[in-house]
């Protein structure tokens, strides 16, 4: 990343005995052009940063692909961008700071991605699983109706983009506990854009039923098991952590919007993607220097 005017910069540094209180101050240099650009005017992120480095409990929530790792046509290579690992562990080594992703994958598959030194919390399937440290998993009891509609949207959604592809690349359909997907990364857009259609046409029947939604996330569409979002997965932890907590949440797709709404007013909702957009976050950044430079920044707060 280059230097000059415009750019975001913030250095967490050592009292030298300048006069600055709390044991750190934060440089901050906000331009258009920047490495963060500020969504909701009234943050201070200096202020963020001073009350994270006294914070007794914080709190870090993230979601894994796209944010900490970048997408991968093949999800089981969706490795961490390099740094982010090092990163976090670093962060769980201190001991000062809850470590917690908030993922649509299914929960177990998100530690082997993210191979760090300590297990940490897991939320998968979009808040209706919950990998704790220790191993245990919560997973939620589904009507029969509901299984019923999930196998049924399988199959529709393999009738509907049967013979569809690009360059060679079909679209997946991925069952999950709580939904089906359809993907189409790595497909020319015009083709992405006709498997969507027919895919939500198909699946209009089921989610015109009381369990079922239709969402569209990054590279792809699902049919959602309703009751339960990312919100909810953040919302329980804020509880859990109780009042003083300072808190963060980074996530890069619709399905973070939930995430965002949930910490809104009670801590940092940071979108992680290379292109802006209208979002309930409270700041932007670029991955991967954007997300690594927030990591080496909380680290260094919470080891003052």
């Known amino acids: 990343m280059g230097s000059g005017a415009g750019r975001y910069r913030p250095r967490l540094f050592a009292d030298t005995g300048n006069g600055t209180q709390g044991g750190f101050s934060v440089d901050l240099n906000i331009g258009a052009t920047g490495d963060m650009q500020i969504l909701d005017q009234g943050l201070e992120l200096d202020a963020f940063f001073e009350q994270l480095h006294g914070a007794k409990h914080a709190l870090l929530l993230s979601d894994y692909d796209g944010t900490l790792a970048p997408f991968h046509i093949r999800p089981e290579q969706a490795k961490p961008y390099p740094g982010v690992r090092e990163c976090l562990d670093a ?44 191993g245990s998993c919560g997973s939620p009891q589904i009507p029969a109706a509901a299984r019923a509609g999930l196998y049924a949207a399988v199959s529709q959604a393999a009738a509907a983009v049967a013979g569809m592809k690009s360059d060679g690349q079909h679209a997946r359909i991925e069952r999950k506990t709580t939904s089906v997907a359809v993907h189409w990364r790595g497909m020319a857009p015009a083709v992405a854009r006709q498997v969507r259609q027919v895919v939500a046409a198909a699946w209009a029947p089921l989610e015109r039923e009381p ?26 932890a804020l509880a859990e952590s109780g009042s003083g907590t300072v808190a963060a949440y980074l996530g890069d797709d619709l399905t973070d919007e939930d995430a965002f709404r949930a910490i809104a007013g009670k801590g940092l909702g940071v979108l992680v993607r290379d292109q802006r957009r209208s979002s309930a976050a409270s700041a932007w950044i670029r991955p991967p220097e954007g997300i690594i430079d927030f990591l080496e920044r909380w680290q260094r707060a919470r080891e003052g």
């Open 211 to 236: 369990w079922f939604g239709i969402c569209d996330f990054d590279g792809g569409i699902e049919l959602r098991l309703s009751g339960r979002t990312k919100g909810d997965a953040v919302a329980t």
């Open 91 to 134: 962060i769980g080594a201190a001991g000062r700071t809850r470590l917690v992703v908030v993922s649509g994958r299914h929960a177990h598959e998100v530690a082997p991605l993210l191979q760090l030194s300590e297990p940490v919390e897991i939320w998968g399937c979009h808040g209706w699983e919950r990998l704790l440290p220790n």
